[in-house]
């Protein structure tokens, strides 16, 4: 028993926070986030500390850590919150590739993803949102050596910043097919979806064909390689949601301790107090579940996926109320863009459904107790 | 991180001393739903029990062995507690918090001869001990105490009432609160008595509750009316020194405010609730198929869980010799509202079968409706949840240039116990 970082998780730490600080600080965000800047300043620096090849093994390129490793990473920019196609490339479409993957594909495309040469985004949902199989429409037909790819893609991440996609698709067998397939040019389009979300882009694939070879371990039905992919992806995204959450309790005490209105820090009104020790709750309800099911998951314990789906359960509600909770610390100066709070309430729901909503994960927890 | 509570060889050893112990010394003791079913006879066998439990240091594990504790590790007494767990028993193996955290503050704060008289009869289960603290007029704000003890020779005179005491079966001791300067400031005017319960003038009375608690030790008992009427104790009993009484109850509340939980207890009334709706059915379907069921289900899951985990933390904090300050109240929080919320979900789950103690109708022998009025009463005791909510505040310094330094505890306490 021992809850503490390793002595190389605190070097992991203490780099990723050195490189947030000097390229992602608020007003680099702020100014990323309102469209100002496109984030390709920061993108190298990023790509030069080797966090996209965390999770991939060292004979593809990569660094081979454990998830829990790569967690601390993902908390460490989730402070940002730092955004940017890392999280699709780096570790969900890595994690399918390794997943599902021939090996032919793993070591054609995890180098190029460690190395930051390839950038992908995976394209799995559609206009009736939802993650499961029954909700993928988009068709891809096999014509001679080819396969034929129609559809549209809803609410993808990360699509505009990307080389390259896997799209979920509906082989003519029934089954669900995973496409790698270029993300511009040959009938596929990413546009950029305006409003209260960061990265979500509509992916259109028009008439686009791809060789038969890009689909991905042509084996298995698709879906169980995505389901396996998303078990441990959601583990990643919910540490990325606790470090939002810990900045945003850093923002809400430090403002409970600065900010005086009659005559006094507001912090002393037992009101405001209470929206903070609310954020705090938040904070470490998600962050004890979170490391419970990595720990769990990296030591492929018993209770693994329960562990996993409670964490992304009280993780993306958390960040979500947490964001609540620290808006009405903050009231007015709050909603104010160059705080900087908006990142967070923003990134807490575009978060919120991302590889399943707390509703999702709700029931597959039902399935996991048996009930 | 490592969230495995992994045991040397030489542990193992223990543990297995341990569970062999326990089986030849445990009594037979019936599981009431109702804690005040204990009868004087159950009583008497667990305090026979604690006597046991005593003679080998393993009634308090972690305190100082020259004074009837057993002087062991964190290790050694989460052996102890696990395989006292599994007879829903805990240390001690009834109620006794006046001794639990009387102990630490003697400790703390007595003197050389108070350690040596008080600490071996509460260490080794001679005696048993209640705690005194709230009275009609005095409950969150604890400084406003009234009750009064003044000073007459070597003695004090005590006059008061205390409110929400003890148990079912009477104590040989009661750690106090009082006031003993009654013109002097706020805060400064108060003292800490282990008080004879036998002494002339103390009367005690039950209170008409809407749950009382029970003796297997953790909970708390049958709640008692504590008169005291010109009770005449030696001034040796007064504990800290006259007036300190506010900075004793830095180490009694910081003990009381959710340090003490046991990292390893399970939750009984989730593994009720999940065995009732596998095997309950409704219109011919199994309960489980029905989505409101499963939500409320998962619901209490995740809360258990969160719970579990925030006690774990705080558990593995203190393991590691890290100073906790304000992981205790908070995780005491969660505690307490969230009892609430599970007790919605099983009145979900079972309808008004959830309210119901009478033997035919009643689930898993009358613990679901008595848990159904356990989450009210939980909310109040060791600080309500404002008041939890106060510590947290004052411990994150929210609003504060500073962060509010928890109360002193003793070396053993901050490793365990």
């Known amino acids: 028993m021992d809850l503490t970082l390793t002595e190389q998780q605190m070097m992991l730490q203490a780099a990723v926070r ?3 600080e000097r390229d992602y600080t608020k007003e680099a965000l702020v100014a990323i986030d309102s469209g100002e800047e496109s984030g390709a300043a920061q993108w190298p620096g990023l790509v030069s500390t080797g966090i996209l090849g965390s999770l991939i093994p060292e004979e593809y390129g990569g660094v081979g850590a454990s998830l829990a490793d790569t967690a601390v990473i993902y908390e460490e920019l989730g402070r940002g919150p730092v955004p940017g196609p890392h999280f699709s490339s780096g570790v969900f479409a890595a994690l399918i590739l390794l997943e599902g993957g021939t090996e032919a594909q793993k070591q054609e495309l995890l180098p190029a993803i460690a190395s930051g040469e390839r950038v992908f985004a995976v ?3 559609e206009e009736d949102y939802g993650w499961g199989p029954g909700f ?3 068709l891809a037909r096999i014509r001679g050596n080819d396969l034929a790819i129609e559809g549209t893609k809803l609410y993808v991440h990360d699509a505009a910043d990307a080389t390259d996609l896997i799209v979920a698709t509906r082989l003519e067998t029934g089954k669900i097919g995973l496409v790698h397939m270029p993300a511009h040019g040959g009938g596929v389009a990413a546009r950029p979806l305006p409003g209260f979300a960061t990265g979500l882009c509509e992916v259109s694939i028009l008439q686009a064909s791809v060789p038969r070879s890009s689909l991905i371990g042509a084996m298995e039905d698709g879906w169980d390689v995505l389901e396996r992919a998303m078990q441990k992806a959601s583990l990643i995204l919910s540490a990325y949601q606790v470090g939002g959450l810990s900045q945003v309790f850093d923002m809400s005490l430090l403002y409970s301790q600065t900010r005086r209105q009659f005559q006094q820090p507001i912090g002393r009104f037992q009101r405001v107090q209470d929206h903070v020790i609310d954020v705090v709750n938040y904070l470490d309800s998600a962050r004890w579940t979170t490391y419970e099911a990595l720990w769990k998951a990296d030591e492929a314990r018993e209770g693994a996926i329960a562990a996993m789906h409670t964490a992304a359960t009280v993780a993306s509600e958390s960040y979500y109320y947490g964001c609540n909770s620290a808006h009405d610390v903050h ?10 709070l908006t990142l967070h309430t923003k990134m807490s729901r575009t978060l919120y459904h991302y590889l399943g909503s707390p509703r999702y994960h709700r029931k597959r927890l039902a399935q996991a107790l048996g009930l | 991180m490592d969230f495995d509570l992994e045991w040397t060889s030489e542990q193992l050893a223990f543990q297995d001393q341990v569970r062999a112990w326990l089986a030849d010394h445990v009594p037979e003791l019936p599981d009431h739903a109702d804690p005040a079913d204990l009868t004087a006879d159950e009583y008497a066998l667990q305090r026979k029990l604690g006597r046991e439990l005593g003679e080998k240091g393993w009634l308090y594990p972690a305190m100082p062995a020259e004074y009837g504790g057993g002087g062991m590790d964190l290790g ?14 805990a240390t001690p193996p009834y109620y006794d918090t006046g001794g639990r955290l009387g102990s630490a503050s003697i400790m703390v704060w007595g003197t050389d001869e108070q350690k040596e008289f008080f600490l071996p009869k509460i260490l080794t289960g001679e005696i048993r001990t209640w705690q005194l603290l709230s009275e009609p007029e005095s409950g969150s704000d604890l400084a406003s105490v009234s009750t009064s003890a003044v000073k007459d020779g070597d003695d004090y005179l005590v006059n008061g009432t205390k409110i929400f005491v003890g148990s079912n079966h009477g104590a040989e001791y009661s750690w106090m609160i009082v006031k003993t300067d009654p013109r002097g400031e706020r805060h400064k005017n108060l003292s800490w008595f282990m008080m004879p319960m036998d002494l002339p003038g103390i009367t005690v009375e039950p209170m008409d509750l809407l749950l009382v608690g029970g003796e297997r030790g953790a909970a708390s008992g049958v709640k008692n009316t504590v008169y005291f009427d010109n009770v ?5 009993h007064l504990v800290g020194g006259e007036n300190n009484g506010w900075e004793v109850a830095g180490t009694h509340l910081e003990i009381e405010h959710g340090l003490l939980r046991s990292a390893v207890r399970a939750d009984e009334m989730l593994e009720r609730v999940m065995t009732y709706a596998r095997a309950a059915t409704r219109g011919g379907h199994p309960l489980t198929e029905d989505p409101d069921v499963q939500d409320a289900l998962v619901d209490f899951y995740v809360n258990s869980q969160v719970t579990r985990l925030l006690h774990f933390r705080n558990f593995a904090y203190r393991a590691q010799g890290r100073q906790l300050t304000y992981e205790g109240s908070q995780a005491y929080l969660h505690q307490k509202r969230s009892a609430l919320s599970k007790a919605r979900a099983i009145l979900e789950v079972m309808g008004p079968r959830a309210l119901v103690s009478d033997p035919e109708w009643a689930v898993a022998e009358g613990h679901i409706e008595v848990h159904q009025r356990a989450s009210i009463v939980e909310q109040h005791p060791g600080g309500t949840a404002e008041i939890q909510r106060v510590i947290i505040a004052r411990r994150l310094g ?4 500073s962060r509010e330094q928890p109360g002193q505890l003793p070396s053993t306490q901050k490793q365990g116990q």
């Open chain 2, 76 to 89: 050694m007494s989460m052996i102890i507690e696990e395989e006292l767990d599994r007879y829903h028993l």
């Open chain 1, 123 to 125: 394209a799995i949902t």
């Open chain 2, 398 to 401: 929210i609003g504060r240039d």
């Open chain 1, 331 to 340: 009231a007015g100066m709050g909603i104010v863009r160059e705080y900087g």
């Open chain 1, 18 to 20: 050195e490189l947030r």
């Open chain 1, 136 to 138: 993928i429409h988009t």
């Open chain 2, 232 to 236: 005449r104790v030696p001034a040796g």
